[in-house]
């Protein structure tokens, strides 16, 4: 827990490290730096007071404390607890002659302990002191950020001339509290209510960057607190003082051995999104926007400051594939919930991790990874996936979690859709720019998104993206197996030439992908009727096992042109086109072939198993499960509830902001060219 007391305005806040809360309370006549006045209403103690050395200590000698040599004085106090109680206090003091580590000594010695007794309760404490320094704190040990949400605050970059070492030199410590004085009194605010501050530089400027939070919510303690002012009203004295000339920081350097101090001004003064990225004044430039890959995956940690809510996810997404997976924890129950979507069938399965069960639904047309195509739904493009395909204006470059990103920013009033009447809504993109090259298993040519805010009335939706990667699915990880019982699976087993092992064991999950695609491709069925693919190497040959799955158990959303064949047919046809020689399954990659085709071989030796074993020590662990909240409650969801979404429970436009936005997208051609999988659609009949 932390704790930090402003006696300004009377109030305390209190925060909890662990949990992320925090709460504002006014401060007690009982806490330990409070003096009461009267009842409900408290002063700060001196230091004096605050040590307990406000009475009459009696000089006790040396002795050795914490294995240090000492000075212990005592005094009998009546105020303990009650004020009536005896307590009885021995301060102990570093002898004079003994210096601390870091080399600094002190008039009247270090305090080394306080041992606090009380007889009538039979009460014995012992408070030992370590690092014990009289300088000022760092302003950073004051910082009550966490206790207010994004809206309540608004965010400020001073840009000066120079270099940091050159004008600041030994003094950026003194410079940030002369920045703590001065804005804080030019605002009319608490100093506490100015956050973050921190500073950077670069060979020629240097930055200033902090936050200032609105008013606190409730009334302090104090005798006459501050008159505290609302955020938006500070904010407009900040930017009236800078058009004034009044910014005028003092800054201490040592020049040929003697303190000199001067006076300078920012050149220049931006404010900062709610999601902490520099928006900067070159609003309105044209601007690219970045090309969304076909075949993609990442993961996203979404924040509702509204709702003090954290949700993260993981998504797949497979142009090429038609094919959409999606992770997150149900927000009532905290199960892992993963969706996979297939929209060769339009059927969407959703498995839960906890029960084991698995439940096929339509996909809706408005989906976070669909779009209505007259009665029937149909997977968004890549752009649409992303939402890209709306009108964006380019706000220029900025910094998001350290990194240089461009920004575009659109407004909509058509999202969430099918809301009467229409929500007004401001979307900004983040994507890394062109100097920055992210790496997570393989370098990407295109641009990365980093993040993406949306803000509604009454709500904001701020999207980090991580681990953002230009490739198709795992395709262990869309396996719909749990859904389909015994008699709608058969287990197969088929041989590979054994010199194409080593190349395989390079990169297996290359190879699973496809050899999936492949059989997918040659048996014309939906790839996610492929399931639990992996090899077997021995001297001779390479075998491959593999479940076939029946045919989607119920009518899907999308239009289906022809008929999808039955489990039986299927089989069938595929011990028919191995025995003729005639399927051929793509390896891996082929680097020598100016078009990217894949090496292909040919099947032979296929039977079906009886009883499928699963040995094969190839075969990748699934992906981590995301994290949920488990503070989430069912009473912020309901307040907030518009509709469903792919989650399966109520979700609000909180989840449709946290959530649908990340989903909304499609992936990666195959490069499989047997037959088009994308678009085959299959039938139920």
């Known amino acids: 827990m932390k704790e930090v007391h402003d006696f300004g305005t009377g109030l305390r806040y209190v925060m909890d490290r662990v949990y992320g809360n925090c709460t504002i309370k006014p401060i007690m006549g009982t806490e330990i730096d409070a003096l009461p006045l ?135 410590e003194i410079f940030k509290y002369e920045a703590f004085a001065l804005l804080s009194a030019l605002m009319y605010i608490s100093p506490l209510r100015l956050t973050e501050m921190r500073t950077l530089a670069d060979a020629a400027k240097f930055y200033l960057y902090f936050t200032v939070t609105d008013k606190p919510p409730i009334q302090g303690s104090v005798p006459n607190p501050d008159k505290e002012i609302p955020l938006n009203v500070s904010v407009l004295l900040l930017f009236k003082e800078a058009q004034m000339g009044n910014l005028n920081f003092t800054t201490v350097t040592i020049v040929n051995g003697d303190i000199a101090v001067k006076v300078i001004q920012p050149i220049d003064i931006r404010e900062i999104d709610a999601s902490g990225t520099f928006l900067p004044i070159n609003i309105g430039q044209n601007g690219t926007l970045p090309t969304v890959p076909k075949a993609l995956q990442f993961k996203m940690e979404t924040i509702i400051p509204e709702l003090t809510l954290i949700t993260n996810s993981l998504e797949w997404y497979d142009y090429g594939m038609n094919m959409f997976r999606h992770d997150y924890g149900d927000p009532i129950l905290g199960h892992q919930i993963s969706e996979i979507h297939d929209f060769g069938t339009g059927v969407r399965y959703v498995l839960n991790s906890y029960f084991g069960n698995c439940t096929p639904t339509p996909i809706g047309s408005y989906d976070v990874d669909s779009r209505p195509e007259g009665q029937y739904a149909t997977i968004r493009d890549p752009a649409q996936f992303f939402d890209m395909t709306i009108p964006y204006t380019y ?229 981590p499960a995301p994290i949920i909240n488990e503070g989430f409650s069912t009473a912020m969801l309901a307040g907030v509830s518009v509709g469903t979404l792919a989650f399966g429970a109520i979700l609000a436009v909180v989840i449709m902001l946290v959530v649908q936005k990340m989903r909304n997208r499609r992936g990666g051609d195959s490069s499989v060219s047997f037959k088009t999988l994308s678009n085959s659609g299959y039938s139920d009949e």
Request: contains cysteine.
């Open 395 to 623: 706000l220029g470059a900025g910094l998001l979690r350290g990194v240089d990103v461009d920004i575009w920013q659109a407004q909509r009033n058509d999202w969430p859709p099918n809301i009467n009447p229409p929500i007004k809504s401001t979307w900004t993109w983040y994507w890394t720019t062109g100097t920055w090259l992210s790496i997570g298993g393989e370098a990407y040519e295109y641009q990365v998104p980093m993040g993406l805010t949306i803000e509604s009335p009454g709500l904001t939706s701020i999207n980090y993206i991580y681990d953002f990667r230009q490739q198709g699915f795992d395709i262990i990880s869309i396996s719909i197996e749990s859904c389909f019982a015994a008699n709608m699976k058969k287990h197969f087993q088929f041989s590979l030439p054994s010199n194409i092992g080593d190349k395989i064991e390079q990169n297996p999950n290359s190879f699973y992908y496809l050899a999936t695609l492949s059989l997918a491709a040659y048996l014309d069925i939906s790839p996610v009727r492929i399931s639990s693919l992996e090899y077997i190497r021995n001297n001779t040959d390479v075998f491959v096992l593999f479940t076939m799955l029946d045919k989607a158990p119920i009518k899907g959303s999308v239009q289906m042109n022809k008929t999808e064949l039955s489990l039986d047919d299927a089989s069938k046809l595929f011990l028919a086109e191995v025995d003729a020689g005639k399927l051929m399954i793509a390896v891996f990659p082929n680097d020598d072939d100016p078009k990217g085709q894949p090496v292909l071989v040919a099947a032979f030796n296929a039977s079906e198993l009886a009883v499928r074993e699963t040995t094969c020590r190839y075969k990748p662990p699934p992906p």
């Open 38 to 172: 009267t009842p409900g209403v408290v002063g700060m103690k001196n230091v004096t007071q605050l040590f307990h050395l406000d009475d009459t200590y009696v000089y006790v000698g040396r002795q050795r404390t914490r294995d240090t040599l000492s000075e212990t004085w005592q005094s009998l106090r009546a105020d303990f607890a009650d004020g009536k109680t005896l307590g009885i206090y021995d301060w102990s003091f570093m002898a004079p002659e003994v210096q601390q580590a870091t080399g600094a000594t002190y008039d009247g010695g270090v305090p080394v302990r306080l041992a606090l007794s009380v007889p009538d309760v039979g009460l014995s404490i012992h408070y030992n002191i370590y690092n014990f320094n009289n300088e000022t704190p760092a302003i950073d040990e004051f910082d009550v950020g966490p206790c207010f949400g994004a809206t309540q605050k608004r965010r400020f970059r001073l840009t000066f001339n120079g270099s940091m070492d050159t004008v600041l030199g030994l003094g950026e």
